[in-house]
């Protein structure tokens, strides 16, 4: 028995459905909302607009609890890492902050926006788990530019800013989207 056709295979492509469309412009339009909103001084009304996506994703979704879940790892990733590197000196935001030091709240929900694009609109990541690295090195630091660029974040050490981002988003997205992968726990 050859051991390489026990292997199951991911689809090269799976057609894009409504559902995946409509998870990808939410959390388009949410990452704009909040950056916008942070930017503009309006943290909160970003915030609002995307715990509207999140908990209408988390209603209509085939596993609540499943989603929560992600949500919540994401979440406390996202906590973590943002106010260690707020702490470090090397990112600043605009407004949004419960405690000086810690990560915005409004960043918080992005993380949170992102987790709910890990069973849908980037479900298609799960079997390519190096390729999320990448993108995620890639795509994270400069989500964080183009915050920049919007002016909700500052990049106080833009060189050690931009390498952990990278560092840190090519680690976190194919963790994220392993957890995502897996069964959920019985509660």
């Known amino acids: 028995m050859n051991v390489f056709a026990a292997r199951q295979r991911a689809p090269v492509s799976t057609p894009a459905t409504p559902r995946v469309i409509a998870n990808f412009v939410a959390f388009q339009a949410g990452w704009f909302a909040c950056v916008l909103g942070a930017a503009h001084g309006l943290p909160w009304a970003g915030t609002a607009f ?28 996202g906590i973590v890492w943002d106010s260690a590197l707020v702490m470090l000196g090397w990112l600043d935001f605009s407004s949004g902050f419960f405690i000086a030091g810690v990560a915005p709240y409004w960043i918080l929900a992005l993380w949170a926006l992102f987790a709910i694009t890990l069973r849908h609109s980037l479900a298609w990541l799960q079997a390519r ?26 990049l106080v050490e833009p060189l050690h800013a931009l390498v952990a981002l990278s560092i840190g988003w090519g680690l976190f997205t194919p963790l994220l989207l392993r957890l995502a992968r897996e069964r959920a726990p019985a509660i």
């Open 50 to 77: 995307a715990a509207v996506i999140i908990v209408t994703h988390v209603f209509f979704a085939e596993q609540p609890r499943r989603e929560i879940r992600l949500v919540a790892m994401a979440l406390l990733i």
């Open 129 to 154: 788990l190096l390729t999320a690295a990448a993108l995620g090195a890639i795509a994270g630091p400069l989500a964080y530019w183009g915050g920049l660029r919007l002016g909700a974040v500052i």
